[in-house]
């Protein structure tokens, strides 16, 4: 059993940050394409995300602005669903300072993975 729940450990790791040598096993790169991603949007308000990739890989990524890095948001793991999406809402912080906010989206199956570098702007 501590052998299992140390493998899911160790797959959990190479999944969320890449860690671990994966490219030594023949991971490809997964294609990612972005399908919506706001552009600019008021502090307070909603910015959106939707990318499309093979169903059943797992996304998980930040947004932050570079003047205040500690107000990072946080973009939780979604599983792609059966059509290929997976799609996230958050609210750009109202204290925020206006500007250019980066993204770091992050997608994985267990044998292609993804990094996606995005900006959008806060007004």
Not at 11 to 39: H, I, Q
Not at 73 to 83: I, M, P, R
Request: charge should be positive; glycine fraction near 8%.
């Amino acid at each position: 059993m501590r052998r299992t729940r140390t493998m899911h450990v160790f797959s959990a790791l190479v999944l969320y940050f890449g860690v671990g040598p994966m490219r030594a096993f023949g991971v490809s790169d997964l294609t990612v394409k972005v399908v919506t991603l706001t552009e600019s949007v008021a502090l307070g308000g909603k910015a959106e995300l939707m990318v499309e990739t093979e169903a059943g890989a797992l996304c998980v990524g930040k947004a932050w602005n570079e003047e205040k890095p500690v107000q990072r948001v946080g973009l939780s793991a979604q599983s792609v669903d059966s059509n290929g999406h997976a799609a996230w809402t958050w609210q750009v912080p109202k204290a925020g300072p206006p500007g250019r906010w980066s993204i770091d989206l992050q997608c994985a199956t267990t044998t292609k993975k993804e990094r996606l570098s995005l900006d959008f702007v806060a007004q």
